[in-house]
């Protein structure tokens, strides 16, 4: 090969590289720790990462935008896994097999963070914050609460309700005079035993579907005012 064509040869691929290298630096910076003498540090600067496998399959990327930055994960059978977003909220969505929703963490509309537990897609519980406590409930495949566990300020309560989303049993630690106390309904809502305690003695109440007591246990003529 003549020399001038040679030379030419290898300035044109210097020219190359050189061109390479300029729009890599928009990308790629290294530059020395200043902290520990000797250590390079590598930064990167671009609006999205794609993850593949050997064999070039896509298993995930990380992506930044205008409505904040989120990470996705595929499985081995190139099915999303796990996406976190940094949105207005913030979430955390967990798939099983054939893209069902299995894990939601993020926070709510109204400013509350929650974790909501699903199978196949289909809600089983939800755990969430509420101003003064939080609150866990356990859900039917039809979308609606069997049992709900809440905090407030002065007391804990647990609910079971039936299928027409009406309370069927309550369990509360705020009873009379700072015990606890249960209570069965009636399918109109209404109690119908009341289990409870005072700070001398239990008591228990029957009561008929209009709230009129019918037995108690122990009797108040008998007892007095003692209970």
């Not at 939800?126 to 866990?136: D, L, T, W």
């Not at 495949?141 to 407030?152: F, H, L, P, Q």
């Not at 009129?212 to 009797?219: E, G, M, N, T």
């Amino acid at each position: 090969m003549n020399p001038t064509d040679e030379l030419t040869k290898l300035k044109n691929e210097v020219a190359r590289l050189k061109d390479q290298m300029n729009k890599l630096r928009r990308f790629l910076t290294i530059e020395e720790s200043e902290t520990v003498p000797g250590i390079m540090n590598l930064h990167i600067t671009c609006s999205s990462v794609h993850l593949r496998d050997p064999e070039g399959e896509l298993q995930g990327f990380i992506s930044a935008g205008d409505k904040g930055a989120q990470i996705a994960l595929w499985g081995d059978d190139q099915k999303l896994r796990l996406h976190l977003s940094t949105g207005k909220e913030g979430r955390i969505t967990f798939y099983q097999p054939g893209l069902k929703m299995g894990v939601d963490i993020g926070v709510s509309d109204d400013n509350h963070p929650y974790v909501a537990v699903l199978d196949a897609g289909k809600p089983r519980a939800v755990m969430k914050s509420r101003e003064g406590g939080g609150a866990v409930s356990v859900v039917h495949d039809d979308g609606k609460v069997r049992a709900t566990m809440i905090s407030e300020p002065l007391c804990g309560e647990i609910f079971a309700v039936d299928g027409d989303m009406r309370t069927a049993v309550k369990i509360s630690s705020n009873g009379m005079k700072g015990g606890g106390f249960l209570t069965v309904n009636h399918p109109n809502g209404k109690a119908a035993v009341i289990l409870t305690s005072t700070d001398l003695c239990g008591a228990v109440i029957v009561q008929d579907h209009r709230s009129k007591i019918v037995a108690s246990l122990p009797d108040p003529k008998s007892f007095g005012d003692k209970c």
